[in-house]
C-alpha cells in the first residue's frame, strides 16, 4: 500500500483513506482532489489523500456519489493535534 508522506503541502491536513466497491482507474486522481488511487484485488479501490477540512471531504464524497461508487470504509489516517 503506498504511504502520503508529510510536506508543507500537506502539513496541518488529516490524511483520508477511502475504500469504495469496484475498480477506479488511476487516471481519475486529478479530478479526486490529487487522492493517490490503489486498485485492491478484492474488487475495490484504496483512495488516500491529504483533506484541509470537512467541507473538502464532503466535496470528495459527493463527487463519489456522482460515480454511482458505493462507499466502503471511510477512516482518518492520522491523528494530529487541533
Do not use: C, H
Not at 27 to 47: A, E, M, V
Amino acid at each position: 500500500m503506498g504511504t502520503i508522506e508529510s510536506n508543507s503541502a500537506t502539513d496541518g491536513m488529516d490524511v483520508y483513506r477511502i475504500r469504495v466497491k469496484g475498480q477506479l482507474d488511476p487516471s481519475w486522481s486529478d479530478w479526486l482532489g490529487g487522492f493517490t488511487i490503489l486498485p485492491q484485488g478484492d474488487d475495490s479501490t484504496l483512495l488516500v489523500g491529504p483533506i484541509v477540512d470537512q467541507a473538502a471531504l464532503q466535496g470528495i464524497l459527493n463527487k463519489l456519489y456522482g460515480m454511482n461508487l458505493n462507499l466502503l470504509s471511510l477512516e482518518r489516517a492520522n491523528d494530529r493535534e487541533s
